[in-house]
């Protein structure tokens, strides 16, 4: 079927850190967003960091004070009822396959038939939520890094029923984005995760064993492999929960020993230290 390529108004789904980071670039990139969230006060507090940031960049003198305000005149805070009029959904809700495959069936039943449904997930079957959505060959990954504003990449993550097409479309929006956009199939963990995630894992053994402290660890990575941020450091920025999830996948799917939770991520994240979102992870955090 045809798809839509006009795309003016984008419904966010999700006003988490990723959705928000989402909703923050399209709008700066000219696009209406409808953003959403089913959690009370998310899309609140998502417009209040996103207006922060863009305030902060005026005040040094990085942004013109009107391209402030254009962007944030650009993100409306909507229902999930009011999705009927968007050229294209993103999807940036809590990896939980249940609750997507709810939300991809509701909005099956309100958006047009040629808009394309893009993922953010960072794990979870492009080619499973594309059949679940039912519109398979309009259904794409759409892959962000934290924080969205500031990092380069997306991950266009083409499932085994992705139109030809619908490729097209979403790697020329990404790069009117300023992204770069670069192409894999869905496979678990794609190659970010499946390369990242055994890393941070590794680190979490070594911490785990005793071999250095967390500072020392994240400092032989970044003193000694250029890294921006530690391993640890990172993990606490993507959120423990998030990076034991992803390690179950890619060790349900690929059946490798070697990516097998360290045991201490398991019991940190069941201790709710989540990393900066809980105020604790491998470091402490300020979160007032
Ligand atoms: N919107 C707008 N501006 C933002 C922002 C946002 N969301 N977040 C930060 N900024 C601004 C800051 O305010 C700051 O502005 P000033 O320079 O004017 O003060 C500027 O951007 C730079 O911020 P920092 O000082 O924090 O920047 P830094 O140089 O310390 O770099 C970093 C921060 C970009 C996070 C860097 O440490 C980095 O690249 N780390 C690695 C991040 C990474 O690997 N992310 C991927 C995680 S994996 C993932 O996301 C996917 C998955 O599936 C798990």
Redesign the pocket.
Known sequence: MQHRTNIRTVGVIGAGTMGS?IA?VFAQNGRKVLLYDALDGAVERAVGMIGK?LD??VG?G?LEASAAEATKANIKPSALGDMSGVDLVVEAISEDPPIKHALLRELQKTVAEDVIFASNT?SISVSDLGRVSGRPDRFIGM?F???????ALVEVVVGLQTAEPVVETITALAKDLGKTPLRVKDHPGFV??RI?MPMINEAVLCYSDGVADGETIDGVMKLGMNH??GPLA?AD??GLD?CLF?LEVLHRDLGEDRYRPTPLLRTMVRAGFLGRKSGKGFYDYDNK
């Open positions: 980071g923050q940031f902060k960049a040094k990085k960072s892959h890094f934290n924080p969205v504003p500031l990092m970010s995760n990242l921006p941020m990172l920025l993507i998030v992803i």
